[in-house]
């Protein structure tokens, strides 16, 4: 005779333990797919804020479209399609930053393109002071350097008459 031995009260618990563990480990999956599509929204309300750090008082927007995201999460669309619906109904404005497909691509290359730009035109003014400093530095009145010559001597002494010193 084959005896059935029912499963200790230990087995019991690990088992119940693990089952938890893997519901919680899948609820924090969908928070954190949460946290992560609504701080690449907008709010729409004119506040300028992420969609979920949105603390206009009384923002008439803010909750209903939490309330959208929170519905897409059921649906079992990707990502991307989640953002797209967002984009459909309130423009490309609802997305923090620009696709980086078509003109689009030009709000990420042009900070780059600017600086490049602003760089350039800095070294080229540098270059051309510098430049124009060397050209100027071996023309000094009299010829002599820092001394000077009988026409610096003359407007010294001129100078010294003037002031009495």
Not at 1 to 10: T, Y
Not at 125 to 132: E, F, I, K, P, Q
Not at 140 to 155: H, T
Request: hydrophobic fraction near 40%.
């Amino acid at each position: 005779m084959i005896s059935h031995k029912l499963p200790s009260k230990r087995v019991i618990q690990i088992v119940v333990l693990s089952l938890a563990i893997v519901t919680l480990m899948g609820a924090g999956d969908e928070d954190a797919r949460f946290n992560q599509l609504g701080h690449k929204l907008m709010c729409v309300c004119g506040c300028n804020q992420v969609l979920l750090e949105c603390n206009h008082v009384g923002c008439p927007l803010s909750d209903g479209m939490r309330g959208e995201l929170a519905a897409a999460m059921n649906r079992p669309d990707s990502d991307d399609l989640v953002l797209q619906s967002f984009v459909q109904k309130y423009g490309p404005t609802v997305l923090i930053a620009p696709t980086t497909s078509g003109f689009n691509r030009v709000a990420w290359v042009m900070p780059y393109l600017a600086l490049a730009l602003g760089l350039t035109t800095v070294v080229l003014v540098v270059l051309a002071w510098r430049g124009s400093d060397r050209r100027g530095a071996g023309h000094v009145v009299g010829g002599d350097g820092i001394g000077g010559g009988p026409e610096l001597d003359q407007f010294r002494e001129q100078a010294r008459r003037d002031t009495e010193v």
